[in-house]
T-cell receptor, first 113, second 111 residues
Framework: NAGVTQTPKFRVLKTGQSMTLLCAQDMNHEYMYWYRQDPGMGLRLIHY???????AKGEVPDGYNVSRLKKQNFLLGLESAAPSQTSVYFCASSIQGINQPQHFGDGTRLSIL | SQQGEEDPQALSIQEGENATMNCSYKTSINNLQWYRQNSGRGLVHLILIRSNEREKHSGRLRVTLDTSKKSSSLLITASRAADTASYFCATGGTSYGKLTFGQGTILTVHP
């Protein structure tokens, strides 16, 4: 049982390049989330999805886009990478929204040079 | 903006001692959750306490919630070196399950 799988685990980009981070979950969860974690900042919500075909903005959505074409996958795209987007990105999923725990992947460590 | 403020930022104890971490928040909530993060790994859910609950136990973990003071505490009893990790509180307050995380407490348990 894999849970939440994130690919890639590490990536280095140059400023201005684009890339897509993939999150896959095998728990048939409806809700999925993308967070970024920066030193001393805790986790901040970038975008989330409450079901296949839906997406919504979180706390820090600028510079990112997402898609949820299949229930098990949630993609995070960086359109034109900036050094400020250097961070660790975590994907999470939950059965449904309220009063449910979230299950996290092990993260993608992204450096923008 | 961070909903949860955790205290202390770092805690260093000896194996066998108890560890207490505190979390304060600002707005009304539906639930409060605690997560553990080992170095280089993702967050692992530990315990969820609903706003109408005051205390919850899970193994060596005890969580209390005081909604009148907008605060929660996580107690780890008889700590082990394997408990060394960062611990985060997260508050849930909306229907779609959005969680707002605190900055975390770094716990170091010395063997």
């Amino acid at each position: 049982n894999a849970g939440v799988t994130q690919t890639p685990k590490f990536r280095v980009l140059k400023t201005g390049q684009s890339m897509t981070l993939l999150c896959a979950q095998d728990m048939n969860h409806e809700y999925m989330y993308w967070y970024r974690q920066d030193p001393g900042m805790g986790l901040r919500l970038i975008h989330y999805s409450v079901g296949e075909g839906t997406t919504a903005k979180g706390e820090v959505p600028d510079g990112y886009n997402v898609s949820r074409l299949k229930k098990q996958n949630f993609l995070l795209g960086l359109e034109s990478a900036a050094p400020s987007q250097t961070s660790v990105y975590f994907c999470a999923s939950s059965i449904q929204g309220i009063n449910q725990p979230q299950h996290f992947g092990d993260g993608t460590r992204l450096s923008i040079l | 903006s961070q909903q949860g403020e955790e205290d202390p930022q770092a805690l260093s104890i000896q194996e066998g001692e108890n560890a207490t971490m505190n979390c304060s928040y600002k707005t009304s909530i539906n639930n409060l959750q605690w997560y553990r993060q080992n170095s280089g790994r993702g967050l692992v859910h530990l315990i969820l306490i609903r706003s109408n609950e005051r205390e919850k136990h899970s193994g060596r973990l005890r969580v209390t919630l005081d909604t009148s003071k907008k605060s929660s505490s996580l107690l780890i009893t008889a700590s082990r070196a394997a408990d060394t990790a960062s611990y985060f509180c997260a508050t849930g307050g909306t229907s779609y399950g959005k969680l707002t995380f605190g900055q975390g407490t770094i716990l170091t348990v010395h063997p």
